[in-house]
């Protein structure tokens, strides 16, 4: 019984690798520079929505240091 049980178990992993391969053979797949082009395009066309290339104004950033007040 622990032999069928060992069978069981070999061929239960079996077929879940075999469903696994099947599942990454059926994923489109495109060149590598098709793909650099596409996301070159992206970044070009986004570059001035990012606040890393734009920067934030300081009105709008949260992290700003806090101004201290001073009275006379």
């Known amino acids: ?3 069928n049980s060992a069978a069981n178990s070999s061929l239960v992993i079996a077929q879940k690798a ?3 391969l099947r599942l990454e053979a059926s994923v ?3 060149k590598v520079s098709q793909a ?3 996301l ?3 970044c070009l066309q986004n570059a001035h929505k ?3 290339l734009m920067g934030v ?3 709008d950033n949260p992290f700003r240091p806090p101004k ?3 009275l006379l």
Do not use: G, H, W, Y
């Open 1 to 3: 019984m622990s032999n």
């Open 18 to 20: 075999v469903k696994q």
């Open 28 to 30: 489109r797949r495109i």
């Open 36 to 38: 650099a082009t596409e």
């Open 40 to 42: 070159k395009n992206f």
């Open 50 to 52: 990012d606040p890393l």
């Open 57 to 59: 104004p300081s009105s």
């Open 68 to 70: 201290s007040c001073v």
